[in-house]
């Protein structure tokens, strides 16, 4: 195929409709149809990216292989597609504005008056383009932030507008996210917002070619007429995108609703084969139907947001379908956890994750949790902070070094177990000064991590700026807590375990973050699998 297609995904009528999972199902019925499909996501907010974001603002942050901390849709998109992400698949307004004053700092602009359009808007252009030009894709799927109408929003659906124009007939494509609201007083599905919504659209210059309607009960054969005379898109183009059970629903979903047919025939391409999910639908019928439940405690600081701890929760359900078991997820927030209540919080559970984070905030509770699973034989996974927990719990409570610390939370200590890195020191900025994306590391002989991996070397995603503090590893051995796995050109700890814990791992990294429906976490399959035998033991 000689050029890239181009699709993009606009929202309207309200936030939170789901583009992100809409633009991945589709990418998914691409994919399964043999074009080469990605998926970016433009955010219209100023920060440059999300790693300095508070979790109840925006979610996690999702990293990539390459170190960009990302919106957690890339994260949807590495889920659905099992493609690898990076730092051109999320474009940020701050990232774009720096990117211009930059030039004009330089005098690329030869002294003329930097403005929105064309410099802002060209910039967009040339960010929304670097995957298409890169030659590994046939189709480009490009999700932006916000809804229609938003200030902040404008000049991307400028961009948008003008990459319409410029790309030509057949070569782009808008398809257009609202929702069809149900009113229970008049009882009936109400198609005026979208109606509003598409006239926003066209007022900004782009007409949309698909239209994909959020709704809670059926969109009837008159409903759907309605929107596509008053909306001006074809009959076949008004996709019903109705509330499903789990969102690895959606992608046979719109391929019941024509989703990537209508696509298809407005981009100008064969269909080349029937979709093959036989795989996806393998792993649903797993999910769908367990033979066993388990309990795992999520014990963190940010549990009361779902979406800050969104690749976890999705890890589970990976594990969970690999196992043939149902893992419910128990949020535990570690601010609360004490040692009055933490008896009755953890004794019942069959597995404990303590999560990533930062900050002081929640970490005695945290370390609690940790001591709990770990002296009442419960299998135990610290992801990150948690791994730091693990290594200050063992200090405190085993090696009897009762003032044992991080330096992030007391830069004082007396036992430094865990601190930050040399070349950290004297960085001041918050923003990308940590240790990020994809770092290598080789794995002990006979470790519980060496058998779950099935390698020697293994290369994970990193965001954290504090580490394992080596003075202390010959003592922590010693005593029985054991460094399986090391950076090979650091020599930086990045897992611990206790070999006289039935399962018991601490990891530096986020393995939550590699886990595919394709290719669930091996050490989220293995934690999973450890809470079963478990729970069988009671």
């Known amino acids: 195929m000689a050029a890239t297609k181009y699709i993009f995904v606009t929202g309207g009528v309200s936030s939170s409709l789901g583009k992100g999972i809409i633009a991945a199902s589709l990418a998914k019925l691409l994919q399964a149809r043999g074009y080469k499909t990605t998926i970016q996501k433009l955010d219209p907010y100023i920060n440059v990216d999300p790693g300095t974001l508070n979790p109840y603002e925006h979610g996690e942050c999702y990293v990539t292989d390459d170190g960009a901390e990302t919106d957690l849709d890339l994260g949807h998109y590495e889920r659905f597609l099992n493609e690898r992400t990076s730092q051109a698949n999320n474009v940020t307004t701050g990232r774009i504005y720096q990117s211009v004053i930059e030039k004009e700092r330089r005098g690329e602009f030869l002294g003329k008056t930097v403005q929105v359009v064309p410099h802002i808007t060209n910039e967009i252009k040339e960010r929304i383009q670097i995957l298409g030009k890169s030659g590994e894709y046939d189709i480009v799927i490009t999700e932006i932030g916000g809804t229609v109408g938003d200030i902040e929003s404008l000049p991307y659906i400028e961009s948008v507008r003008q990459l319409l124009w410029e790309l030509g007939e057949h070569n782009a494509i808008v398809i257009h996210l609202t929702l069809v609201p149900f009113l229970a007083a008049a009882g009936e599905l109400k198609t005026k917002p979208t109606q509003h919504s598409v006239k926003t659209l066209m007022e900004s210059g782009i007409k949309a070619d698909i239209l994909v309607c959020r709704t809670e009960h059926e969109l009837s054969k008159d409903l759907r007429d309605k929107l596509a005379l008053f909306c001006n898109v074809k009959r076949e183009a008004v996709i ?9 629903d959606v992608p046979n979903l719109m391929l019941e609703e024509g989703l990537d ?6 981009l100008d391409l064969p269909s080349k084969q029937d979709p093959n999910l036989t795989q996806w639908n393998q792993f649903l019928d797993r999910h769908k139907n367990p033979k066993d439940k388990v309990t795992i405690g999520l014990i963190g600081k940010y549990v009361e947001l779902q979406d800050s701890y969104k690749s976890i929760q999705e890890a589970f359900i990976h594990a969970g379908a690999a196992n043939e078991v149902k893992v419910e997820v128990k949020s535990i927030h570690s601010e609360f956890l004490t040692e009055d209540c933490i008896e009755s919080k953890i004794a019942g559970l069959d597995g404990v994750l303590v999560a990533p984070g930062f900050g ?11 001591q709990f699973a770990r002296e009442n034989n419960i299998p135990f996974l610290g992801i990150c902070l948690g791994m730091q927990m693990a290594v200050i719990e063992f200090a405190r409570n085993v090696l009897g070094l009762k003032e044992a610390s991080s330096t992030e939370m007391n830069p004082n200590t007396k036992h430094p177990v865990i601190s930050i890195m040399e070349e ?11 240790r990020l994306g994809a770092w290598d590391c080789e794995l002990n002989d006979g470790s519980i991590v060496k058998e779950v991996y099935g390698a020697s070397v293994i290369s994970e995603r990193h965001r954290h700026r504090y580490e394992f503090n080596g003075d202390y590893k010959e003592q922590m051995e010693a005593a029985g807590l054991k460094a399986t796995g090391v950076n090979p050109n650091t020599g930086l700890v990045e897992i611990v375990e206790n070999p006289a814990h039935p399962w018991f791992v601490g990891v530096q990294y986020h393995p939550e973050y590699k886990s595919t429906v394709a290719n669930p976490h091996p050490l989220f399959v293995a934690f999973v699998k450890a809470a079963v035998e478990n729970k069988g033991k009671k």
Do not use: F, P
Request: hydrophobic letters at 35%; aromatic letters at 2%; charged letters at 25%.
């Open 360 to 370: 002081e905030r929640g970490i005695e509770g945290k370390i609690a949790a940790v």
């Open 261 to 266: 047919t209508v696509t298809l025939e407005k």
């Open 240 to 248: 019903q995108s109705i509330d499903a059970s789990t969102i690895y």
């Open 424 to 434: 950290q020191k004297n960085i001041t900025e918050m923003g990308g000064t940590m």
